[in-house]
């Protein structure tokens, strides 16, 4: 693991993650090859965390029958440590709102 040579950058950025809603699952070297992958319970529910074939990490929820397939989750990698976010805000699409407005020079 590679720490950052200014501690005070470090711990700036792990009080961000927590206050954040992320939270620390593992290590990247637990799924060193494409294909690994790592099951852990976070809060309750199995998250599971995935090397892609196009060696990406990805995090899943797993859901119980009859609710259906695992919804993926948002998955970061900070410092070679594994973080996810089960926060259901941060995983809803948001359409733009539309402001119609008539310029005063019309």
Sequence with gaps: MTVPPD????????????RSGWHFI???TAI????????VPLFG???LVVREEDDDVRA???LRKPRGAPQPV???IRYD?????LD?????????KTILATPRSA
């Design 7 to 18: 501690d005070r950058v470090f711990r700036r950025e792990m009080a961000t993650a927590y």
């Design 26 to 28: 593992d290590l990247v």
């Design 32 to 39: 060193p090859h494409r294909g690994d992958s790592l099951t």
């Design 45 to 47: 529910e199995p998250i």
């Design 60 to 62: 899943y929820r797993c």
């Design 74 to 76: 948002r998955c970061a």
């Design 81 to 85: 440590m594994i973080f996810v976010n």
């Design 88 to 96: 259901q805000r941060d995983h809803q699409l948001v359409e733009p």
